[in-house]
């Protein structure tokens, strides 16, 4: 009944999808007692109890598609597709892969009827590679790859400690001692490489800031990332993420029975590998760590994975498993998210200016921000909440509802459909954010603007309970640096004056290397 092969296009990760279609009484009731509750289909489907099916509805064929990414070379940029694709067929279309039907999802209406039907265990995308790791090995599955009530409950440890604001501000401390060394290093970079101004490559910069950044809040450990000289070991983790990712694009557009005899399937083993190793080394140091407290009498004080620790409530294979899947999650997503942001903000001296004023005004003189700080700051947090509109890192999200059938604007879709939320389209959606390519952070501030706002036109963290374990760590992580930055430095843009644009590589990456000049601020 379903398709097992696995095709990643760009933005876009394509799982299981179901071939079989059909009208069932229990879809009818459902219909009925549709339990969407805002912005639902419209009432006269449900009075005329007409339901289209999956077949009906249109969208371009396998070769349409094809032509798209590799004719008109859509390939790296799938998001920009989602807009061209919603001016043809409208916000509800379907496209072929192959043998794999997904269905794209473009208007907030839509894209929040989707998600409020979504039953207790949703799945974004089985993560067959990833999976076949694990077996192999005999590593557990994290937050990531588990499914089913597994999911449901290592998701409920998991949870708490990433997600409340009480814990999450205490992880503070750790990511601004980060923020400092980041600032450092910004200073050196330029006054040793870029004429006393210009820093180059900001993402690559960021990248390494967010990989200490989340090190330093998950194994409570710092890996030296922003070090002139960078450890062996830390350098070589580093790269294994990078490369780990590469390998996975690749190995996944292959049956799953051909892995063992492809040799990049070997060096794909052998990375993860590397990756479990120094996850494993990290783990194991804080354990011993933990033992001689205990056994010295002495309070066990720490954070995330001392509480995961001590807990109890995990084995410590599957902490090793949950940590070192936070840890892909969580990197690239943030250190883009903050490139975008330096780089419109050196575009645009006046909100600026005003960010400063605010930062200024909060935490005067050489006070560092803390959480209950960065609470004051609406423009802060409004900037990055533009930026995630603009770009958002995750442009299109795969969800697989497995529970239920669900309808959506009069069309039934059985289980396990394969739904493509397209968030960039809906960004952009001019109804929601009037002038939606420029830059402006006080859309969300609070005011009648604000409130005509649909609340899924901009959900760069997800909705629901699968959506982002990490979204409060991020957007600590983003308001220590980026406010921190702006107190200290007068960012302007390249002097070339080259505009960057996104592509997308799974996620919105810039196209081209974002250089950016930091003055000092006297
Ligand atoms: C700006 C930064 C980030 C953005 C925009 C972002 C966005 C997202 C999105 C869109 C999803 C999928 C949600 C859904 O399907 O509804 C997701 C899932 C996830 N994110 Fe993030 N993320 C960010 C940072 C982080 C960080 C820092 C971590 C780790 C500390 C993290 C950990 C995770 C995990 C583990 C999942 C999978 C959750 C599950 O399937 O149960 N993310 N993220």
């Not at 409208?90 to 794209?104: C, E």
């Not at 839509?110 to 590593?139: A, C, F, N, T």
């Not at 109890?312 to 250190?335: H, N, P, Y």
């Amino acid at each position: 009944m379903f398709c097992k092969s696995l095709l990643r296009t760009g933005s876009l990760t394509i799982c299981r999808t179901p071939t079989g279609f059909g009208v069932s009484s229990a879809a009818v009731s459902l219909l009925k007692n549709n339990n969407v509750k805002r912005h639902c289909s419209s009432s006269s489907d449900v009075g005329n109890n007409t339901l289209k099916t999956m077949e009906e509805l249109h969208g371009p064929s396998f070769l349409t598609s094809l032509y798209w990414l590799f004719g008109k070379g859509y390939f790296d940029i799938t998001h920009e597709m989602q807009i061209e694709h919603k001016k043809i067929y409208g916000p509800l279309w379907k496209s072929k892969y192959g043998p794999l039907v997904v269905v794209n999802v473009a208007s907030a209406d839509l894209i929040e009827q989707v998600l409020r039907q979504e039953g207790k265990l949703p799945v974004r995308s089985d993560m067959p590679h990833w999976r076949e790791y694990r077996q192999l090995r005999r590593q557990a599955y994290g937050p990531l790859t588990e499914m089913g009530p597994e999911w449901q409950r290592i998701r409920s440890i998991l949870n708490p400690r990433m997600l409340k604001p009480r814990h999450v501000s205490n992880y503070s401390p750790a990511i601004n001692q980060v923020v400092t060394d980041f600032i450092q290093r910004i200073q050196r970079l330029r006054d040793e490489r870029g004429g006393g101004l210009l820093v180059s490559d900001m993402a690559g910069e960021l990248y390494r800031f967010a990989f200490e950044g989340i090190c330093s809040v998950l194994f409570e450990t710092r890996m030296g990332c922003l070090n002139d000289d960078v450890p062996e070991e830390t350098q070589k983790f580093i790269e294994s993420v990078g490369e780990m990712f590469r390998l996975s694009s690749v190995v996944v557009l292959f049956p799953k029975s051909l892995w063992p005899y492809l040799p990049f399937w070997k060096h794909f083993v052998v990375v993860w590998d590397h990756l479990f190793r120094i996850a494993k080394m990290l783990i194991d140091s804080k354990v011993k760590e933990i033992q001689g407290k205990i056994e010295k009498g002495e309070p066990v004080e720490g954070e995330y994975l001392t509480h995961l620790l001590t807990s109890d409530k995990m084995s410590v294979t599957e902490i090793q498993g949950s940590i070192t899947e936070l840890l892909l999650a969580g990197v690239d997503t943030t250190s883009n998210t903050i490139s975008w942001a330096l780089y419109h903000l050196a575009r645009e001296p006046e909100i600026q200016e005003t960010l400063y004023e605010e930062v200024k005004s909060v935490c005067p003189g050489d006070k560092i921000p803390a959480a209950e700080d960065i609470a004051k700051m609406a423009w802060l947090k409004a900037t990055v909440k533009e930026t995630l509109r603009l770009y958002p890192v995750v442009p299109g999200n795969a969800r697989v509802i497995v529970d239920n059938e669900i309808v959506v604007s009069g069309y039934l879709f059985p289980k396990k459909t394969l739904f493509h939320l397209c968030h960039y389209a809906v960004s952009y959606e001019e109804s929601n954010f009037p002038e939606p390519h420029v830059f402006r952070p006080e859309r969300w501030l609070r005011g009648e603007d604000r409130l005509k706002q649909h609340p899924f036109g901009s959900i760069p963290f997800g909705f629901g309970i699968r959506a982002c374990l990490g979204r409060r760590v991020a957007e600590l992580e983003m308001y220590c640096v980026l406010s921190r930055l702006i107190k200290q430095f007068e960012v302007r843009p390249d002097p070339s004056g080259k505009t960057v644009k996104a592509k997308t590589r799974t996620l919105m990456v810039p196209g081209t290397p974002i250089n950016l000049q930091f003055l000092d601020r006297k």
